[in-house]
């Protein structure tokens, strides 16, 4: 950890970061809280990474985030991995340990799970079957979470077949892989729908699939956040679904490397939430 007699230190690392919302999110958590500390964003070239990661410690940095398109990298490139990390095959938090060592986390999960039972207090698990669209690095972590949560049945649904094939396999457990021309059989009486897809994102393309397939009063999360109200939320919503927005993912998988690298464990609120959507306009 950084010398607590110096303003502690820490950052997230991407190419490009500009972009990214934890500066400020971050920052209103050391604002707060009256921390002497600060939060940068790292604009650090694939090429350049495995120096950056080794200089963190020299830096005085507490630890980072990691996002795009280093998390692989990352996972690598730490010295120990969290249990978590070792499942889902990324690393999104670092530590900078006292001796100088790195130890990666993914806190992706974690955030996805938090974000789901606050945004849908009456979410249950064990209610009935789970249908995840996409099969990435987003769609892994989600997975991994749902599996852990105690969901029954999870049905992945991937424009690559083999993709979401090779991620049940590698995860284990009641999962199921379907082609996207079969999605409407594994929406099937799912009580939760979420999209881990860039599909409705501004600047994608749109999230083309039919709902009518649900349960009654099924919860839909897409972890898509700009905009805010994708055209999926919209539509459960018309159709009666408890739905959960994408934002509260990101503010949640927060929380963990903050309490690490300031010593305070932070809350999620309606002040943060508004704080961070600022930065989007909105």
Not at 56 to 80: C, I, M, Q, S, W
Not at 125 to 137: K, M, R
Request: include cysteine; glycine fraction near 12%; hydrophobic fraction near 50%.
């Amino acid at each position: 950890m950084a010398n607590t007699e110096q303003t502690l230190r820490a950052g997230v690392i991407g190419w490009p970061v500009a972009h990214s919302l934890s500066p400020r999110l971050h920052g209103f958590w050391l604002d707060h809280y009256g921390i002497d500390g600060s939060y940068e964003p790292l604009a650090v070239a694939p090429d350049d990474f495995a120096d950056a990661l080794r200089g963190l410690a020299e830096a005085g940095f507490a630890g980072a985030n990691v996002t795009v398109p280093h998390k692989e990298a990352a996972f690598l490139g730490v010295d120990r991995l969290s249990p978590g990390a070792e499942r889902i095959g990324a690393v999104n938090t670092i530590v900078v340990e006292a001796d100088g060592t790195l130890t990666g986390s993914n806190t992706d999960g974690f955030g996805f799970i938090e974000n789901l039972e606050a945004g849908d207090p009456d979410w249950r698990a064990a209610a009935g079957p789970a249908a995840v669209l996409g099969a990435g690095g987003a769609a892994r972590a989600v997975v991994a979470a749902l599996l852990d949560a105690g969901v029954p049945e999870i049905r992945l649904v991937n424009r690559t077949l083999a993709r979401a094939e090779a991620l049940a396999a590698d995860l284990g457990g009641p999962l199921a892989a379907y082609p996207w021309t079969a999605a409407d059989a594994a929406l099937e009486d799912a009580t939760l729908l979420v999209n881990t897809t860039t599909l409705g994102m501004t600047g994608q393309a749109p999230l083309e699939i039919g709902l009518s397939a649900l349960a009654p009063g099924a919860t839909v999360n897409d972890i898509v956040y700009v905009p805010l109200q994708t055209d999926l939320l919209v539509r459960a919503q018309a159709q009666g679904c408890r739905t959960v927005d994408g934002i509260g993912m990101l503010l949640h998988q927060a929380r963990p490397g903050f309490e690490a690298w300031f010593g305070v464990a932070p809350e999620v609120t309606p002040a943060l939430r508004r704080h961070v959507l600022a930065g989007l306009g909105g």
